[in-house]
């Protein structure tokens, strides 16, 4: 596990968090958007928009096995797809249909997970079934 480490100007952001949150109970009884101290990486319409841009960038051969392929993607905190890794496949044409969809441009339009307002790695797996 890795620890948040944070700096004097990360500090700054945290406490202005804070300062945000007791405002907003303050004034209506609950947290608001900007002041919730985690925000999860996004896709630029979603995460099922995401799905459906993979499973359509993907061109599996005619000769495909069935069975499921598992895949680690890791956002990292420049709007980004850090890296991908393909922990599991049927078979080597369907990894490298998975591989080639996942170096597109179009699935690499996503903001980055934030704590406090401060970019941070997030990551996630997901299994493509072929039938």
Not at 52 to 66: D, G, H, R, V
Not at 89 to 110: G, V
Request: charged share 30%; proline share 2%; hydrophobic share 35%.
């Amino acid at each position: 596990m890795k620890l948040f480490a944070s700096n004097k100007s990360d500090s700054i952001k945290i406490d202005a968090f804070h300062t945000n949150a007791e405002k907003c109970l303050e004034k209506g009884g609950s947290y608001c958007d900007t002041c919730n101290k985690e925000l999860w990486a996004d896709f630029k319409n979603g995460i099922a928009q995401f799905r459906i841009e993979l499973f359509k960038s993907i061109k599996l051969p005619k000769n495909a096995k069935q069975g499921e392929n598992r895949v680690r993607v890791i956002i990292g905190t420049s709007n980004s797809i850090e890296k991908f890794e393909i922990l599991k496949f049927t078979d080597i044409n369907t990894k490298n249909a998975i591989e080639k969809a996942f170096e597109q441009h179009e699935l690499n339009t996503r903001t980055s997970a934030k704590i406090y307002g401060i970019p941070v790695n997030q990551q996630f797996e997901i299994s493509i079934f072929v039938k």
